[in-house]
């Protein structure tokens, strides 16, 4: 091990540059004006992986945009880690907040700032970098290596499921590394084991066929714009519990252990409440911040429209009223089942003279990372040898649905081993890597790769 993390000590600077070269090209995949660059994108990262002696490297091909594929046969009758990574990014405006130019990455305070820099090319980098360490000292890999780095996932990894069905040979693996999440906090090496999935829905609650005359009608018919903030109003109980008739059946309740580690967080609630502008902290009782946020449910309004909103008065009885619901699901619940509680419910609670409609938006399933596999205890320690600190484990409340894709499609533990950091405004103007995760990134990889190396396989 010592020539390969050498190489990469020495080798520091360099590897920024290349990286600062890919990121210089426009990948955003939800622009149609991009779409020739995020071929451009897909060749670059190709022509590397092939100068790094792969077996294989592939251009994929989606009716949207390709997704690269290669891999290394370098440890025959070992284990095979499969690596996800993406190389779309998000678009940039609004384009004046940028300090520097979003694709002119440049060097700042220790760090790298541009689009993509940490979600996800940096990332990717990071195992690429991995992959050259290794077979530019010791000329081969500790163990087998695919790597798969699509091109929608900031558009809703809309042809990965496919992609992940058509190649399912080609994609066998015994476990999965996505590279796509942030760390807990500086210096806190962090795998992330749980993620919420989310339900959509649109409520409308139709009343009249026209808005009527509120002193012909008023007090004649009912009001749907009174009916539906009743109804959201029966959502919960005054402690934060939601009523729903079996919405919390399915929750996985988190163990005394995972509840402990969580407390045991440097989580400061102070800075955390300060960040949001909101006056209290608040949520379902019994339960504390960080576990309302990675480990509970919830049902919120996102929206409400209806009737008059216009300047002065006007009296009306409106014709209909509508509004967004979105649950965050967690295991196991699963979006489909809670779209008929929620859409039963809302029927039932409905106070008579309005039909209500419920409609379905979109929704994705949460995770839940079977962290009593040994790979997880590889990954701890490949982590902290690198960083020199403990790792953590956390959970993410938003959701990724494609991780619960793959983790399905292949059924190997799924491991989310991020370096970005959480205020490194990927999605927002002058996202930034920390040139320090880079680096102690890539000997992480280089550290899981060793010791993913001489895991025992499971018997067939
Ligand atoms: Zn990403």
């Not at 558009?155 to 015994?174: F, I, N």
């Not at 008579?352 to 990372?369: D, E």
């Amino acid at each position: 091990m010592e020539p390969v993390l050498a190489y990469i000590d020495q080798h520091r600077d360099r590897f920024v540059r290349e990286l600062q070269d890919w990121v210089k090209i426009p990948s955003i995949s939800s622009d149609p004006e991009h779409k020739a660059d995020l071929v451009k994108n897909a060749e670059h990262l190709a022509a590397e992986l092939r100068r790094l002696g792969a077996d294989r490297v592939e251009i994929w091909p989606t009716e949207g945009h390709p997704a690269v594929f290669a891999e290394w046969k370098h440890a025959p009758g070992g284990p095979t880690l499969l690596i996800y990574g993406h190389h779309d990014v998000q678009p940039v405006d609004p384009l004046d907040l940028w300090v520097t130019p979003p694709f002119e990455p440049a060097i700042r305070e220790k760090r790298l700032w541009g689009r993509g820099v940490v979600d996800d090319k940096g990332q990717v980098h990071i195992h690429v970098k991995a992959i050259e360490a290794f077979v530019k000292t010791v000329g081969k890999l500790p163990v087998n290596l695919k790597l798969i780095v699509e091109g929608e996932e900031e558009v809703g990894s809309e042809h990965l499921e496919g992609l992940l069905r058509d190649k399912a040979k080609d994609l066998e693996a015994d476990f999965v590394c996505v590279s796509d999440t942030s760390m807990f906090g500086r210096g806190i090496p962090s795998l992330c084991v749980g993620l919420r999935g989310l339900l959509y829905l649109e409520v409308r609650v139709d009343g009249p066929s026209t808005d009527l005359h509120s002193g012909s009608f008023g007090g004649g018919v009912a009001n749907p714009v009174n009916a539906l903030a009743r109804m959201i109003a029966r959502l919960h109980d005054d402690s934060g519990q939601v009523l729903v008739p079996g919405f919390y059946d399915k929750v996985r309740p988190l163990s005394a252990v995972e509840r402990q580690e969580i407390a045991g967080l440097p989580f400061d609630e102070k800075e955390w409440l300060d960040s949001t502008g909101a006056p209290a902290a608040v949520g379902e009782a019994g339960y504390s911040t960080l576990e309302r946020i990675w480990a509970r449910p919830t049902l919120d309004c996102c929206g409400i429209t209806g009737g008059f909103g216009g300047a002065g008065a006007k009296t009306i009885i409106p014709a209909f009223a509508t509004a967004k619901v979105s649950c965050r699901l967690v295991p196991d619940q699963e979006p489909e089942v809670l779209e008929k509680l929620v859409g039963d419910y809302l029927k039932k609670v409905a106070p008579v003279g309005v039909r209500v409609t419920v409609t379905y938006l979109h929704g994705g399933r949460p995770y839940l990372a079977p962290t009593d596999h040994p790979v997880y205890d590889v990954a701890k320690r490949a982590f902290s040898k690198a960083f020199g600190a403990p790792t953590v484990f956390i959970r993410e409340g938003g959701s990724i649905p494609f991780v619960r894709t793959i983790a399905d499609a292949t059924g190997k533990p799924c491991l989310l081993m991020g370096f970005g950091q959480p205020d490194e405004n990927s999605h927002a103007p002058n996202e930034w890597l920390d040139l320090e995760n880079y680096h102690l990134g890539i000997k992480s990889a280089v550290y899981l790769y060793e010791e993913l190396g001489k895991l025992p396989l499971p018997k067939p």
